[in-house]
């Protein structure tokens, strides 16, 4: 079974292949990958191959408006092999992005506290680890507005899909503060 997450304005449920017309509007804006480290997309059979490669993994979730079902960002836990932030079980790392026209709404906010909830009350989750590469100020206040803490950074980090070498920052939020907020 999939799962599928409620907030007041989004549904978070898995990626599908129908749902590449969508992520190719988004994600073929130079202004949305390149700052998360991946490359803008080419067209919708490119869209449609990372939705099968890349986004149609356990955790991670198409954020979609609740009055159309409309795929506008992405939101996900990696764990496991799947991350380099953490080798423990009880840990993950959040991802996302969300469409340019979608800044400054409070959408991915409202996504990412849900993922939360989900991390630590459905998955039992200890910590939940997240980063951003210097310059990108909306992933930062996005970290902040959740309750993260910044925790280190890390100079000279390759980004091989954009074949860069940038500064990485990395924070986290704890069960315990995540109970408290």
Excluded at 36 to 45: L, N, V
Excluded at 106 to 112: D, F, Q, R, S
Aim: aromatic share 10%; net charge negative; charged share 30%.
């Amino acid at each position: 079974m999939h799962t599928v997450l409620y907030t007041p304005r989004l549904i978070l449920r898995p990626w599908q292949e129908s749902d590449a017309a969508d992520l190719y509007r988004y994600a073929s804006d130079p202004a949305v990958g390149p700052a998360a480290g991946w490359p803008p997309h080419t067209d919708e059979d490119d869209s449609r191959a990372v939705i099968r490669d890349v986004l149609m993994i356990p955790g991670t979730f198409a954020v979609c408006r609740r009055e159309d079902g409309a795929a506008i960002g992405s939101v996900g836990l990696k764990t496991g092999d799947n991350t380099d932030m953490t080798d423990r079980e009880d840990e993950c790392e959040l991802g996302y992005w969300i469409g340019r026209p979608y800044w400054g709404q409070g959408l991915i906010p409202e996504a990412v506290g849900e993922i939360l909830r989900h991390a630590f009350e459905d998955l039992g989750m200890r910590a939940v680890w997240c980063g951003y590469y210097d310059g990108n100020e909306k992933s930062r206040r996005v970290q902040e507005k959740c309750g993260f803490t910044y925790h280190h950074t890390t100079e000279g980090l390759e980004v091989p899909l954009l074949g860069e070498i940038r500064t990485g920052h990395v924070s986290r939020l704890t069960r315990e503060d995540w109970l408290q907020r």
